[in-house]
């Protein structure tokens, strides 16, 4: 099972992968988890992608489309992948694509998350007061909805034409009433 949780910034993407990943047998890869690894660890990675994130602009397709083909073997070795903020560009869904394909795979499920923008840019300057990131700012949030109207919502138009399977869940309420509502939309059996 190759999944993708999909929706803009503050939607829970994150929060939500985590309970699936615990609760189902699918290994969680997150490119926003990775690349903030990088850039605390300070290598020419992180260096490059940390002044582009904290100004809430996309870092570069081929620098992330890298970082996943070198990841995705090691997690599509278990049941199944869930792969969290990527892909954000219809560029990063063809390239995402033609790697799956050259191992007969692709894409089965997106879970895209639905939540209004003024909930959104409340949750994420909630989390500013809390974990100080550095890419939560009004300004950067403002640049990362903007990004996502300009580039990442297309990456959902491209699966749809393509045939995949995409569950649409109300992401509005507790993380747990979330989780039960995408529970419910994926329809498989937990562990
Ligand atoms: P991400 O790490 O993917 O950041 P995000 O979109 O803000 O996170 P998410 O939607 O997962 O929100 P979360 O669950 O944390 O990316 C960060 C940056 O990395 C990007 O802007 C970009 O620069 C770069 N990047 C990453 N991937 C890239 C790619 N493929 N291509 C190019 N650049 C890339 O939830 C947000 C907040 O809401 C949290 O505080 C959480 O506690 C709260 N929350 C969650 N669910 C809630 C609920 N139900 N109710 C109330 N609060 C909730």
Not at 146 to 167: C, M, N, P, W
């Amino acid at each position: 099972m190759i999944g993708i949780i999909f929706g803009p910034p503050g939607s829970g993407k994150g929060t939500q992968a985590a309970k699936i990943e615990q609760d189902f047998r699918l290994k969680h890869l997150s490119t926003g988890d990775i690349l903030r690894h990088e850039v605390v660890a300070g290598t020419p990675i992180g260096q490059e992608a940390g002044r582009i994130m904290a100004a809430g602009d996309l870092v570069p397709d081929q620098l992330i489309v890298d970082i996943v083909r070198s990841r995705l073997p090691e997690a599509e070795a278990g049941d199944g992948v869930l792969l969290d903020g990527f892909p954000r560009t219809l560029r990063q869904a063809r390239a995402l694509d033609a790697m799956l394909s050259d191992e007969g795979h692709n894409v089965d499920l997106v879970l895209a998350l639905d939540v209004p923008e003024e909930v959104l840019i409340d949750r994420l300057l909630h989390r500013a007061q809390i974990e100080g990131r550095a890419d939560d700012t009004r300004e950067a949030i403002t640049e990362r909805m903007h990004e996502y109207h300009k580039l990442t919502e297309a990456v959902l138009d491209h699966y749809q034409r393509r045939r995949v399977r995409v569950e649409r869940v109300d992401g509005l309420g507790s993380p747990d009433a979330v989780f039960e509502r995408i529970r419910r939309a994926i329809g498989i059996s937990s562990r």
